[in-house]
């Protein structure tokens, strides 16, 4: 069975820290991985999307790395900012289009 | 911008109530995904279509089903609501069934009384 741990559970940083979500998975078969966020109360918001053959993408502030090998993914946030607030998601697509989720990452910014 | 939207933001039933939940993306993705989200249990996959009139279990299809008449809508029923339905649901989509990503809708929040 597939499974995805994310590692921490929760974060609290001051404003402009520079911070690292893990997420870990276990099937090697895997066709993307996919980072969300999640505000209380909302849907998802897809942040980034790595595909199978692809090592990193980068959005403004936010990169994120794919290790196949190692079956890691993380998420780097840099110079934090109160609205980072939020949940954050890894997926693992696999075949049939199949996501399996992580439990996620309640991150808080504090002021 | 594409997206994928969900026709109600919160919704209150009675117990035993037909319930009907819509969702239409605007992508022309192949496939539509229904997934329930609770506390404590993260998100649950309800059911799935690859196409058109097609419909496939995820894994919590007990007190639900689908329907797929066009490709962009995916229309979740819930036969005779019960109040263990309470939830957030989530509609998504996805390009194609050999991956591609996934887009959501902004969910609805249905509480059954």
């Known amino acids: 069975k597939q499974e995805v741990t994310q590692i921490p559970a929760a974060l609290s940083v001051p404003e402009g820290e520079n911070l690292v979500l893990n997420c870990s998975f276990t099937?090697?078969?895997?066709?993307?991985l996919q980072w969300f966020r999640q505000d209380p109360g909302k849907g998802l918001t897809s942040l980034l999307l790595?595909?199978?053959?692809?090592r990193e993408q980068t959005s403004g502030r936010l990169n994120a790395s794919l290790d196949k090998s190692s079956g890691r993914s993380t998420l780097y946030i840099a110079a934090s900012q109160p609205g980072d607030s939020a949940t954050y998601l890894c997926?693992?697509?696999?075949?049939?289009?199949?996501?399996?989720f992580g439990e996620g990452t309640q991150l808080t910014v504090n002021p | 911008d594409v997206k994928v939207t969900q026709s109600s933001r919160y919704l209150v039933k009675r117990t035993g109530e037909k319930v009907f939940l819509e969702c239409v993306q605007d992508?022309?993705?192949?496939?539509m995904f229904w997934y329930r989200q609770d506390p404590g249990l993260g998100l649950r996959l309800i059911y799935f279509?690859?196409?058109?009139?097609?419909?496939e279990k995820g894994d919590i299809p007990e007190g639900y089903s689908v329907s797929r008449e066009k490709k962009e809508r995916f229309s979740l029923i819930l036969e005779s609501a019960s109040t263990n339905q309470t939830s957030m649901y989530l509609c998504?989509?996805?390009?194609?069934?050999?991956?591609?990503?996934?887009?959501f809708g902004s969910g609805t929040r249905l509480t059954v009384v």
């Open positions: 998504a989509s996805s390009l194609s069934y050999a991956g591609g990503g996934y887009t």
């Open positions: 099937d090697s078969a895997i066709y993307n």
């Open positions: 790595i595909q199978s053959s692809q």
């Open positions: 997926a693992e697509e696999t075949s049939g289009s199949r996501l399996t």
């Open positions: 992508m022309d993705h192949e496939n």
């Open positions: 279509s690859y196409d058109v009139k097609m419909k």
